[in-house]
């Protein structure tokens, strides 16, 4: 594992210095996803702080065994009958993608009276198969984003396809950011965008020249994984 994380470490430099970026601008998230406790423990002892998850009864499981001060990003799609269980728990949730779910995130910390953040999710390719709001809902979810006294909007997220060649997703990352800088310029209360989530491992690189701030990466740093029988939890 230690390769594998020096590897990315130095895919993320060259990255950074392509861009003119400094290399401490941009965030590892290791998504532990499938992984059992000794992969995250292991790369924990390695530096690694923060870790994504996508499915909430795995993440509190792992939260649960490991006894460590993770930060802990929900990077999936969230059912909202289960946002109480994170409300508290997470440092970020990056899968903000509908006005039910944005809504649920707002009374939930009410209820415990402290501040989430989140990100929107967004389905800049537009594939049927993919969460996420489309460009043109953004707008709205903006709306009410600003009238929330519990939840901060912080950035946006995007899942890009899973490309042979990633200089195809180009295109999307650059989207993504454009998009970032066209909230960012409308000073919208409530609504910062600090956090472009984007860049999975064979792409991260090119999502980093586009102005990632937050890279979410499995395979490249565990492993391939390996997929246990879907459930209806799922
Ligand atoms: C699984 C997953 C990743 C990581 O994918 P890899 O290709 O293994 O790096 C990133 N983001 C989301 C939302 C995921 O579900």
Not at 94 to 112: F, G, P, Y
Not at 151 to 176: C, D, H, R, W
Request: include cysteine.
């Amino acid at each position: 594992m230690k390769q594998n994380l020096d590897k990315i470490y130095a895919q993320m430099k060259k990255a950074c210095e392509e861009a003119n970026r400094n290399f401490e601008e941009v965030e590892l998230i290791a998504v532990s996803k499938t992984y059992p406790k000794e992969a995250i423990e292991e790369a924990y002892s390695l530096g690694v702080r923060s870790f994504g998850e996508n499915k909430v009864q795995e993440l509190m499981q792992k939260m649960e065994q490991i006894d460590l001060p993770i930060n802990w990003h929900f990077i999936g799609h969230l059912q909202t009958n289960k946002v109480k269980y994170l409300i508290g728990k997470v440092a970020l949730i990056h899968s903000v993608d509908s006005e039910k779910l944005l809504l649920e995130i707002e009374k939930q910390s009410q209820k415990q009276q402290i501040t989430t953040e989140v990100l929107l999710e967004v389905n800049i390719s537009n594939e049927a198969s993919k969460w996420g709001f489309k460009i043109e809902e953004i707008k709205n979810i903006l709306e009410i984003a600003k009238t929330l006294k519990f939840t901060k909007i912080k950035g946006l997220m995007t899942v890009a396809p899973f490309v042979s060649n990633s200089s195809e997703n180009l295109q999307i990352f650059e989207e993504l950011f454009k998009l970032s800088v066209d909230i960012e310029n409308q000073n919208i209360d409530n609504v910062t965008m600090d956090i472009l989530s984007m860049g999975m491992s064979n792409d991260f690189s090119v999502a980093i020249k586009q102005g990632a701030t937050h890279i979410r990466v499995g395979t490249a740093l565990f492993g391939k994984r390996e997929y246990a029988t879907k459930t209806k939890e799922d």
